[in-house]
């Protein structure tokens, strides 16, 4: 059974950064991603891992925030910069089984909160 444990989110000032970890085990994981969810809105993906290892990114994060992973440590991180006060939400990672990558994913981490002030 996977599980996936995050780290890594607090409160921050806007224009910070923050780096999330989230540390799956079980099995090595190829498709993987961080979704997020405001108060109020629905969970939007974020991030991810494509089937051919290429990343995808929504548009209100791309060129902030940077998906990677270490294999060795089978750990996926989301590098935040630029933080915004719109970033404010939980922030889940998420993997699939498999290496076809459809971003239906079977397996959620308990979340990690990120605050941005203005």
């Known amino acids: 059974q996977v599980q996936l444990v995050e780290s890594g989110g607090g409160s921050v000032q806007a224009g910070g950064s923050l780096r999330l970890s989230c540390a799956a085990s079980?099995?090595?994981?190829?498709?993987m991603g961080w979704s997020r969810q405001a108060p109020g809105k629905e969970r939007e993906e974020v991030a991810a891992?494509?089937?051919?290892?290429?990343?995808t990114y929504a548009a209100s994060v791309k060129g902030r925030f940077t998906i990677s992973r270490d294999n060795a440590k089978n750990t996926l991180y989301l590098q935040m910069n630029s933080l915004k006060p719109e970033d404010t939400a939980m922030y889940y990672c998420?993997?699939?089984?498999?290496?076809?990558?459809?971003?239906?994913?079977?397996?959620w981490g308990q979340g990690t909160q990120v605050t941005v002030s203005s």
């Open positions: 891992f494509l089937s051919d290892g290429s990343t």
């Open positions: 998420a993997a699939q089984a498999g290496i076809f990558c459809t971003g239906r994913y079977s397996a």
């Open positions: 079980g099995y090595r994981l190829h498709c």
